[in-house]
């Protein structure tokens, strides 16, 4: 039996995300369930789930995009530790941050920088 769209991405979302990416979505099921929903099965059910890029291509690519955005902290995070949960170095996180100064400028660059020591810091506790 093929598994729905709900179903896989939520099997993702823990192997990647782990206890961060299920408190977003039980953040959600008080104010708006079909978010959550949504959240599992287009981003992990879809588009994680597709052939083309293994997971750390998609995850390396996601903490650059959400770097760049420069506004984006909260989801950031999540994907610093989805990250380091799915083998990343720090210092190759490090550099991808530093990397988005040159296209993103500093201040993204430097937001991203301090979420991710934030995520460094709470991962130490």
Request: charged residues 25%.
């Amino acid at each position: 039996m093929e598994q729905s769209r709900f179903e896989t991405g939520l099997e993702l979302l823990k192997k990647i995300d782990g206890e961060a990416g299920q408190k977003v979505i039980e953040s959600l099921k008080d104010i708006c369930p079909d978010l959550a929903k949504y959240t599992i099965e287009y981003p992990f059910g879809d588009i994680y789930a597709r052939g083309g890029l293994d997971l750390k291509s998609r995850e390396i690519a996601t903490i650059a995009a959400l770097t760049a955005l420069g506004h984006c902290a909260p989801q950031l995070k999540v994907h610093l530790n989805a990250a380091l949960n799915i083998g990343y170095t720090e210092e190759e996180i490090k550099e991808v941050i530093l990397q988005m100064s040159v296209y993103a400028g500093f201040p993204a660059a430097l937001n991203g920088m301090f979420s991710f020591q934030e995520v460094l810091a709470e991962r130490k506790e």
